[in-house]
């Protein structure tokens, strides 16, 4: 069940200074209350981002820390530096300004600062609460971003306006089924582009670069073996932060953009570390985006096989069962092989359509060998099963008093399912309804 089209995710990044009512504009957009909102100034500390949906269009959406472009204070300064970097990775800017306040000193600096950048701006007039206060908004055509939309993030006026205004972002491109499209992920110094570099030099061709959805970003297509790959951001791959000369800036939301981006993820380990938090977290991410994902034991030739503890790797990645495992060495090049055939066991998982008549027999396997906890009379039994999507694959089970399926019975018959249909590396999506 391929998709004929895709959207790209665009990075959507709100900022401005403190207390303009940035995190509430962040939490009216998201639905969820995910940055603090107070009267006190820079609250929000660190950039937060989350994915969101418009008219069935997925977008990255994050709320800068505020910027305070005069302050000596340090924690200040560091959450200026998160919210420029956050800035910088943006496809789209929301510059929001406080109605009842006016154009600041600070305002004026930030903007400034931002055009440097050399982003796409949207002027957002914030606390436009009643219409005396919309006598001041003319005062912000000095800023020189045109008209600007007028909101109350606090009640919701203007938000149908303002992400209308955002529709051209959301550009649509016809999707290539036959290539098998996938991110390298992971934290700084794992060997990500010594990884990307040893690949490419085993493909038969590189078909091209081609630009990617941001500015900067480049996606590379190459064949090996008869079947056409396309890597998203290779240039955030091979781009190195300027933090350090030997250390890499990682940045969560090119991850995060590259993994919406990809249908599988090679999750790149250091082999000679024991598995990080941060490993887990972005192993975290790619689970929840719906991707499938290979694990890479990358740096083999820094130790010895025998010395890493695939027992207690596979246990903390426990929240994303059966992920395939393969140990490289890309400076060495070794294990490049191995890796792509994995990549395309993956892939032809991934894409798998079952037959429902098959997934019925065996949810009635599975059911009878442990049937569902009842209440009192009410018995919980199903009624029917049947696979409603792929890419990942979805499977949809009606249940009679479906409400009373435990998440932890839920979990039991995915470990079966997965067991079956052998779906390692895969995230099956199960839906349980009511008959």
Request: aromatic share 8%; hydrophobic share 35%.
């Amino acid at each position: 069940m391929p998709n004929e089209f895709e959207v790209s995710t665009p990075i959507i990044t709100i900022c401005g200074r403190p207390n303009v009512g940035k995190s509430t504009l962040f939490n009216r957009l998201t639905g969820k209350r995910k940055s603090i909102v107070s009267e006190i100034p820079g609250t929000t500390r660190d950039s937060i981002q989350t994915n969101c949906l418009w008219n069935d269009k997925s977008f990255i959406l994050v709320d800068s820390g505020g910027i305070e472009t005069y302050s000596d204070n340090q924690i200040t300064k560091k959450v200026t530096d998160k919210s420029y970097e956050s800035i910088n990775e943006a496809d789209h800017i929301l510059f929001v300004v406080d109605a009842t306040s006016g154009i600041t000193n600070e305002d004026t600096e930030i903007l400034r600062i931002i055009r440097k950048i050399d982003k796409e701006i949207t002027l957002v007039i914030n606390k436009v609460d009643n219409s005396s206060r919309e006598e001041n908004i003319n005062d912000f055509f000095v800023l020189g971003l045109g008209e600007g939309i007028n909101i109350s993030a606090y009640h919701g006026n203007g938000i149908f306006d303002l992400m209308n205004s955002l529709e051209h972002l959301f550009s649509i491109e016809e999707a290539d089924d036959e290539s098998i499209k996938f991110s390298i992920i992971g934290r700084p110094n794992v060997g990500k582009s010594t990884l990307f570099n040893s690949m490419i030099g085993q493909a038969k061709s590189i078909v091209s670069e081609m630009p990617g959805t941001t500015r900067d970003s480049v996606d590379s297509k190459f064949e090996y073996k008869n079947n056409d790959y396309t890597i998203v951001d290779t240039a955030g791959i091979r781009r190195k932060g300027k933090i350090g000369k030997e250390i890499e800036y990682f940045s969560v939301l090119r991850t995060i953009k590259a993994i919406s981006e990809s249908h599988i993820s090679l999750l790149v380990i250091d082999s000679t570390e024991n598995l990080t938090l941060q490993d887990q977290h972005i192993a975290g991410l790619i689970r929840e985006s719906g991707n499938g994902c290979v694990l890479v034991m990358n740096k083999l030739d820094l130790i010895d096989k025998e010395k890493i503890k695939e027992t207690e790797i596979i246990e903390k990645l426990k929240f994303f069962p059966g992920i395939p495992l393969v140990y490289t060495s890309a400076k060495l090049k070794s294990g490049m092989s191995e890796m792509l055939k994995e990549l395309i066991s993956v892939n032809r998982r991934y894409r798998q359509n079952f037959n429902d008549d098959e997934i019925w027999k065996n949810i009635l396997n599975i059911i009878s060998s442990n049937m569902p906890p009842s209440k009192g009379k009410r018995r919980v039994y199903p009624t029917s099963a049947r696979q409603i999507g792929s890419n990942p694959p979805k499977i949809q089970i009606k249940f009679h008093n479906a409400e009373l399926v435990h998440f932890s019975y839920k979990r039991y018959i995915e470990n079966k399912l997965r067991n079956i249909f052998d779906l390692r590396g895969v995230p099956l999506q199960l839906e349980i309804s009511e008959k």
